[in-house]
């Protein structure tokens, strides 16, 4: 249990279009999803929190016109790069929280496999 | 807001030896300190947490201690085989944060034969 999937898995695009990146939790609920950013050799930096049914909450430094996020379902969450650059290209991670496994777990969080995406 | 601070970002050790990561971490509500492995191209694997409440955790060959008070935890890997080569992350999630991962700056291990 507790799977998220990511798609797609990579992604070539050239410079000023847009990508789409969606997250899914397969067999649980999760309100609420995270999306992470990840250089090469670097940490997960946490670009922002989605929140099912309202607004995402963005992390300071993040353009949030850039970087749409929507979070139109239970188990769906989907990252829009708009207007794509060299310097956007990264690898993109997302979590989710299984919110059904009760307070013990609940700060435990379920990472996609994760989106390379190249921006030539 | 919180802040994690990872030490050493490279680890090269001895099959056979102990491996041992320290992170630090500034916000006193943080109450839960997950560790992840990650493999290059790889998704980050949980493999082993900690909460606030407890001082001490193990699980075979993986330990993790809290000490409260300093503000600091720390892995600990036993006899160290190579599948342990992997890049590990420390991380905190504040009380408040609406279980906002933050993450330290990670630890290249590499296992020697």
């Known amino acids: 249990g507790a799977v998220v999937s990511q798609h797609p898995s990579r992604v070539i695009c050239k410079s000023g279009t847009s990508v789409k990146i969606e997250c899914r939790s397969l067999d649980f609920q999760a309100t609420t999803m995270f999306w992470y950013r990840q250089f090469p050799k670097q940490s997960l930096m946490l670009m922002a929190t989605s929140n099912e049914g309202s607004k995402a909450t963005y992390e300071q430094g993040v353009e949030k016109d850039k970087f749409l996020i929507n979070h139109a379902s239970l188990t769906l969450s989907t990252l829009t790069v708009t207007s794509a650059h060299p310097e956007d290209s990264s690898f993109y991670i997302c979590s989710a929280r299984d919110q059904g496994r009760g307070l013990a777990a609940y700060n435990e969080q379920f990472f996609g496999p994760g989106t390379r995406l190249t921006v030539l | 807001g919180e802040n994690v601070e990872q030490h050493p970002s490279t680890l090269s050790v001895q099959e056979g030896d102990s491996a041992v990561i320290k992170c630090t971490y500034s916000d006193s509500a943080s109450n839960y300190f997950p560790w992840y492995k990650q493999e290059l191209g790889k998704r980050p694997q949980l493999i082993i947490d900690?909460?606030?409440?407890?001082g001490e955790k193990k699980d075979q060959r993986i330990a993790v201690t809290l000490n409260k008070t300093a503000k600091h935890f720390s892995l600990h890997i036993t006899e160290t085989q190579p599948e342990d080569s992997a890049v590990y992350f420390c991380?905190?999630?504040?009380?408040?944060?609406?279980?906002?991962?933050?993450f330290g700056s990670g630890t290249r291990l590499s296992i020697r034969p």
């Open positions: 900690i909460r606030s409440n407890v």
């Open positions: 991380a905190a999630i504040p009380y408040s944060s609406a279980s906002k991962i933050i």
